[in-house]
């Protein structure tokens, strides 16, 4: 419920005040824009509600995360890109609406911005579908340093509890408070959000915010945690940008996987000559093609077991080879004086 989306787009014929807003713009502006040249809107970025990951923004996150949105880029798909770069926000206000409670029973809290974009024939089909309530989803990228559970207060990044999330302990439901926020990255147009209702892509850390941290950017080494970033981003059906790290690691694992396919493949051509062997003297009736079209489409486990089985029929068959390797102990037995020449 991080409820992100286009509230209110501005004319020029809007009862708010363009001048002041003009002026907070061309403080951003290399010059001074004019009315008939940019294009305003409103919306909100983020709130105090529960969300379906169960976890929420304090108050006091939306207030540090007030100043962090002012002159943040909006892009598309949260894919950073300098030709995704659509509009930029100028002002921002922690907005307290006392006729709503949230799930846990607070007052409900917003954070609104205003953002600008320049008239132009790029961006006029864009206007058009803001004006018709066609683009109206927001999400945002941002970095908390904590997630404290509602329960007992600790920090599941740190110290985490054994308070589950979505759980309810003693008539009251588990949560995780967003606090702490270490930066603001940038919002953007999403056509199907990642939370109910729009969707805030969050990342728990406090490393610099240089290094393009959002939802589905994978930036650990880890292959378990890649590979399950890469099924969070296909159950989403987002695109999923991974890190230079993750790339190294992704790398070195993949490469050890070939080497580990090669050995493994030797080793079943191998137990597919052994198994072969065995069933050409145990299942003599059989001809050379019907081993073969047999044992050709037999998985590791269904050929080790057939071997077991092979192998358990031959010794019961007392099958030997026609010439016993000679030693000192059985040179002379009497088993061998037929192949004495």
């Not at 308070?163 to 199907?192: K, M, R, T």
Request: a neutral charge; proline letters at 4%; hydrophobic letters at 35%.
């Amino acid at each position: 419920m991080k409820l992100a989306q286009i509230s209110k787009s501005l004319s020029k014929t809007d009862s708010e005040n363009i001048n002041q807003n003009l002026e907070l713009i061309n403080k951003l502006s290399r010059r001074p824009l004019s009315q008939n040249e940019v294009y305003i809107f409103s919306m909100i970025l983020c709130d105090n509600e529960i969300d379906r990951d169960f976890e929420k923004f304090s108050d006091q996150s939306l207030e540090t995360l007030k100043s962090m949105f002012l002159g943040k880029t909006g892009i598309f798909d949260h894919i950073p890109t300098g030709s995704n770069q659509t509009a930029r926000i100028f002002f921002t206000d922690v907005i307290t609406d006392n006729s709503k409670k949230t799930a846990d029973n607070k007052p409900y809290k917003y954070l609104l911005a205003k953002a600008y974009m320049v008239r132009s024939e790029k961006n006029k089909d864009l206007i058009l579908e803001i004006d018709a309530g066609i683009k109206k989803e927001i999400s945002v990228g941002c970095c908390v340093k904590s997630k404290l559970c509602s329960i007992c207060g600790s920090d599941h990044k740190t110290t985490p509890c054994s308070h589950i999330p979505g759980q309810v302990y003693n008539n009251q439901s588990c949560f995780l408070i967003l606090s702490e926020p270490s930066d603001a990255y940038e919002w953007s147009f999403v056509a199907v959000p990642a939370q109910v209702n729009a969707g805030v892509i969050k990342n728990y850390n406090n490393k610099s915010p240089n290094s393009n941290i959002f939802n589905f950017i994978i930036n650990s080494t880890n292959i378990s945690e890649i590979k399950k970033s890469f099924d969070i981003s296909l159950e989403n059906q987002k695109a999923c940008l991974i890190s230079q790290p993750a790339i190294k690691s992704l790398t070195k694992y993949i490469f050890d996987l070939e080497k580990d396919s090669l050995a493994a493949k030797d080793f079943i051509l191998d137990l597919k000559n052994q198994v072969y062997k065995l069933m050409s003297v145990t299942q003599p009736f059989l001809s050379q093609e019907s081993i073969n079209n047999i044992i050709k489409n037999l998985s590791y486990q269904e050929l080790k077991s057939l071997k077991s089985n092979l192998s358990s029929k031959s010794e019961f068959l007392n099958i030997k080879p026609q010439l016993t390797p000679l030693t000192p102990n059985n040179f002379d037995q009497e088993e061998n004086t037929m192949f004495k020449i």
